[in-house]
């Protein structure tokens, strides 16, 4: 067993993790909501801030951000998903779609990819460019983390009892 940590090691496993954390925040979520008997629903439109993007959206950037991850530094494209989600169920299904695509990568693409280049599309503005060491450990997992965390956030902020463990562990 090497002691490095590879790309793939870095990508794959750790966005399944905090895709499969962010899901059981999700049914924690719903489980309150029909246990304090109001529309769960009306969680997935909840913001932290009036100008921050609601928790429906945070999950969807963070599946997509996890996905695209991995197919940019393997250097295939990256199986898209349309924004259509309006329930939990849906939401399962998107993060279920996201780890099983994950699933679908091998160490062997990921060979090289530290120094890949990648160029990260933004709309309206030049997009950006990193190699693919720059990419993964300044932008994807960070950007990952931002959109986990903010879910966490939406939901304590809207009552729903989870701890440190919920967010680290998924338990």
Not at 53 to 82: M, S, Y
Not at 158 to 168: E, I, M, N, R, T
């Amino acid at each position: 067993m090497s002691d490095s940590l590879s790309m793939y090691q870095a990508t794959v496993p750790v966005g399944q993790r905090a895709l499969r954390n962010l899901r059981q925040l999700l049914v924690k979520a719903e489980a309150h909501a029909q246990a304090q008997s109001y529309e769960a629903g009306v969680l997935l439109q909840t913001r932290l801030y009036p100008d921050m993007l609601p928790l429906l959206r945070q999950v969807q950037i963070a599946t997509d951000t996890a996905k695209n991850a991995a197919a940019r530094l393997a250097g295939v494209e990256a199986l898209r998903f349309e924004d259509e989600e309006t329930s939990f169920a849906q939401l399962y299904a998107r993060l279920d779609r996201a780890i099983d695509y994950l699933d679908t990568f091998t160490p062997e693409q990921f060979a090289g990819s530290e120094g890949r280049a990648i160029s990260v599309p933004r709309r309206g503005r030049e997009p950006l460019q990193f190699d693919g060491r720059a990419y993964l450990l300044g932008f994807a997992i960070p950007n990952l983390y931002f959109h986990v965390a903010t879910t966490y956030a939406i939901l304590r902020s809207a009552g729903v009892p989870l701890g440190k463990s919920d967010f680290l562990a998924g338990s």
